[in-house]
């Protein structure tokens, strides 16, 4: 950690134990999850908007789906999206034991086909965080069931800081697919967006049209 990093966490009050918790096992089981301030700031987010209609694409264990769901007004409803069963069952088990399970519904289905047919707008949120390569087509599927003032948030835009690096020859598919995505989530015209250099990267869009 760098001094910064530690101050930050030293003036925090510590995650939800059931968070802590899935911290270790992803890490035991190499399964990649989003950086602990990237979780609070979805947390934050959530709050803020009292967002009830929430979007994510990109399961894994459900640590960032755990994040917002504790935010979320007793009201709200999470579709989260991963292929992987057994990863997705290792999250279910995590929302049983955190109580949320009602609130959180799983979809075992590729994203893009879920979001072909998703009859669900007027979405508050839409958090992207799945196969990097598709992340231009899941931004174009998603812009439209959002709210206006709704947010599309991704995570990962820095990657690394691979995507600040110059091009090069051997640079990895999911390198030129963000540095494309990049460049097309911030210039999208239906959003107000920028990219944070927070966890590995996180931007945030405002649908304004």
């Not at 939800?16 to 947390?43: C, H, M, N, Q």
């Not at 694409?57 to 709200?76: D, N, V």
Request: proline share 5%.
């Amino acid at each position: 950690m760098t001094d910064i990093t530690t101050y930050i966490e030293g003036v925090h009050l510590p995650p939800d134990p059931l968070l802590l918790e899935l911290e270790r096992r992803g890490r035991e089981d190499g399964i990649p999850i989003v950086s602990r301030e990237t979780g609070r700031f979805l947390a934050t987010l959530v709050h803020a908007m009292q967002a009830n209609r929430i979007l994510e694409i990109g399961t894994a264990y459900g640590y960032s789906t755990l994040w917002m769901a504790l935010a979320q007004p007793p009201a709200g409803t999470i579709w989260t999206i991963d292929v992987d069963v057994e990863r997705t069952d290792v999250a279910r088990s995590y929302f049983e034991r955190a109580g949320e399970a009602e609130s959180i519904s799983v979809l075992n289905q590729s994203a893009l086909e879920v979001l072909e047919n998703f009859p669900h707008r007027n979405l508050d949120i839409v958090f992207i965080d799945a196969d990097k390569t598709e992340y231009r087509a899941y931004l174009d599927l998603a812009i439209p069931r959002l709210k206006r003032s709704g947010l599309v948030i991704v995570d990962n835009c820095l990657w690394s800081g691979r995507v600040a690096q110059p091009e090069r020859a051997d640079d990895t598919t999911e390198t030129r697919a963000l540095r494309d995505f990049n460049r097309y989530f911030l210039a999208h015209p239906d959003l107000s967006a920028t990219i944070l250099p927070l966890g590995d990267g996180t931007g945030i869009g405002a649908r304004v049209r």
